[in-house]
């Protein structure tokens, strides 16, 4: 079973930057697509970023311009570049390939923006 390891995250005033990181268990050499998730009590997981395996990007309006997505397949890691990080973005974020596995969710890395 594929395993993904988030981590990266933290706490940062509005204005911040992050870099968060996967590893992943297997090959992303495969890997059609990865995405990048994140999630706030109470609410659903939503898609933040999906990048193809021949650098299709694809991401949600309210990080467009802020976010990077980009993948070392060598290094079976998925990144997320974060800047001007707003307190909206405060979430735990959860990478996973496309189409998902649903049992391969990891812990996720919390991400919190604020003063």
């Known amino acids: 079973q594929v395993q993904f390891v988030e981590s990266g995250g933290g706490s940062v005033p509005p204005g911040g930057s992050l870099k968060l990181s996967c590893e992943t268990s297997s090959s992303m050499r495969s890997v059609y697509a990865m995405d990048w998730y994140r999630q706030v009590p109470g609410n659903e997981r939503v898609l933040v970023a999906r990048i193809t395996k021949v650098g299709k990007i694809h991401y949600i309006d309210s990080v467009k311009g802020r976010f990077t997505i980009f993948r070392d397949d060598a290094k079976n890691t998925l990144y997320l570049e974060m800047k001007s990080l707003k307190p909206e973005d405060t979430a735990v974020y959860y990478c996973?390939?496309?189409?998902?596995?649903?049992?391969?969710w990891g812990q996720g890395t919390q991400v919190t923006v604020s003063w």
């Open positions: 996973n390939q496309f189409p998902n596995l649903p049992d391969s």
